[in-house]
């Protein structure tokens, strides 16, 4: 999918910030939405000092997922992160992960990394 057919589909939609991230960031995230057929803009709110990637949110959760299998295969081809981990973090772990874009350890806002602004919920 290229920029312009995602936003002709977008046009009308109501979108959700998916990430605050920065611009290069934020490009290669918009890139790998595209890729998968997943329609995706950025923008850079006046009011913000970080871009956004902007998406439906009919499509957070294939989002979510994409970036998150991405995350558990680096993290898996560098021996930090073992596919059982997931089911042990869940059964023992008390308190708040680390974000698995910027590693920032903090409860989350809204949803989100409280650093970067990852969705993870």
């Known amino acids: 999918m290229t920029e312009r057919e995602?936003?002709?589909q977008l046009e009308?939609?109501?979108?959700?910030?998916?990430?605050?991230?920065?611009?290069?960031y934020c490009k290669d995230m918009l890139n790998?939405?595209?890729?998968?057929?997943i329609p995706a803009m950025i923008t850079k709110p006046e009011d913000s000092e970080r871009v956004h990637l902007l998406i439906?949110?009919?499509?957070?959760?294939?989002?979510s997922t994409m970036f998150d299998a991405e995350w558990r295969e680096l993290a898996e081809q560098e021996?930090?992160?073992?596919a059982d981990d997931a089911q042990k973090i869940d059964e023992d772990f008390e308190g708040d992960l680390p974000c698995p874009a910027?590693?920032?350890?903090?409860?989350l806002v809204e949803g989100a990394?409280?650093?970067c602004g990852?969705?993870?919920e």
């Open 6 to 8: 995602a936003f002709e």
């Open 12 to 24: 009308d939609s109501e979108l959700v910030t998916y990430a605050q991230a920065s611009l290069d």
């Open 32 to 37: 790998k939405c595209l890729k998968a057929d």
């Open 56 to 63: 439906r949110e009919q499509d957070v959760e294939q989002v």
């Open 79 to 82: 021996g930090s992160f073992q």
């Open 102 to 107: 910027c590693g920032h350890v903090a409860p």
């Open 113 to 115: 990394c409280a650093d």
């Open 118 to 120: 990852l969705v993870l």
